[in-house]
């Protein structure tokens, strides 16, 4: 892939600046019109249709049958399988649950790439939560495929490991922020297409960096929830009203994401899973995964994460006893038995 930069970086780096002054006026450039979108959940359902609003040819697919047919009613078409995504689509994104499914998508028997043909995508895009190991190893595949037309922006097809930041609310406001990993000069021709759906966009490095940034993410994510969580039961103990310490915290040291914009509390904030009994949201099943995706890495380089470690066992804890599919946030209830605010 590196070569393959040298060849095309400065054509890319025109291109890709090109794109951003068209996004700008509002047309799309025809090699990122036609988008295949793979997996309709809580996050990557409103992702695909802020697509659709901002003007791109969608096409969608998803294993839930009625997640497809959702789209299918407002006119969006679908696909049965990744490859046939593939087969229509200038780019595909992928927004999915583990690196298993990620995988699946990929290199299954009718995925994406599958056989290792010539491939019409010249971008992939994939929005998941995965291991570092997991988008290197896909690009290093990605790399070795042919275009089965050679354009004159791509040579060969390209993908960039693209997670995201901001939760549900975020995905449906489009304010999402993504951690890029991949070519430099590929980022800069997908950002026009990113930022459709987010509110900013931040470049990490190679291949597997933007993925290896997430989990960083979502590791301090989770002991941050745990810290505001333990401390806001201490200070119910302790004769202090939750709403009462939450403004304490918002206009001093202890302010952060998990006290000022997703509460844990019932009854503090309107519009956050604790408000509608953790429900929706970022499951704690899918911190559990993702903190075992990070402490995985952790041990892969050598490197160890006692909070980390301690928050993985809190979490897997959580999904033990019934609340897996409760948003991670839950942690204030289950873990601390805080009282609600009356």
């Known amino acids: 892939m590196a070569g393959f930069g040298w060849r095309v970086g400065s054509k890319l780096q025109r291109w890709g600046r090109s794109c951003l002054r068209s996004f700008s006026s509002a047309v799309i450039p025809s090699h990122l019109e036609n988008v295949g979108f793979i997996g309709l959940g809580n996050m990557g359902s409103h992702m695909a249709r802020n697509l659709v609003m901002a003007g791109y040819k969608v096409t969608v697919h998803d294993i839930n049958e009625n997640s497809m047919k959702k789209f299918a009613d407002d006119g969006i078409p679908t696909k049965q399988s990744p490859l046939e995504i593939s087969e229509t689509s200038d780019v595909v994104i992928t ?82 922020t993504f951690m890029v990993g991949g070519l430099e000069e590929t980022y800069i021709a997908a950002k026009p297409l990113l930022l459709s759906m987010g509110k900013k966009t931040i470049y990490c490095g190679g291949a597997g960096n933007g993925s290896a940034a997430k989990i960083c993410n979502n590791m301090a994510m989770a002991i941050s929830m745990l810290g505001v969580s333990e401390a806001f039961a201490l200070g119910q103990n302790l004769g202090i009203k939750a709403s009462t310490l939450t403004d304490i915290f918002n206009c001093s040291s202890a302010r952060c994401w998990s006290s000022d914009t997703y509460n844990p509390v019932p009854g503090v904030m309107e519009g956050v899973p604790s408000s509608r009994n953790y429900n929706g949201g970022f499951t704690s099943k899918l911190m559990a995964k993702d903190l075992d995706l990070a402490m995985a890495s952790a041990t892969g380089v050598g490197f160890k994460c006692p909070m980390g470690s301690e928050a993985l066992e809190t979490y897997r804890k959580l999904c033990e006893d019934g609340s897996e599919l409760k948003d991670f946030s839950c942690a204030f209830r289950h873990c601390y038995a805080g009282k609600d605010e009356e």
């Open 95 to 176: 927004m999915l649950p583990s690196s298993s499914h990620v995988l699946d998508v990929y290199n299954g028997s009718n995925g994406l790439l599958r056989g290792g043909g010539p491939l019409r995508p010249w971008l992939y895009i994939d929005s998941s939560t995965v291991d570092p190991q997991t988008s290197r190893n896909i690009s290093t595949t990605i790399s070795r495929c042919h275009l089965k037309e050679k354009r004159g922006y791509a040579e060969k097809p390209m993908i960039l490991d693209a997670p995201v930041s901001g939760g549900v609310p975020a995905a449906e406001a489009g304010k999402l």
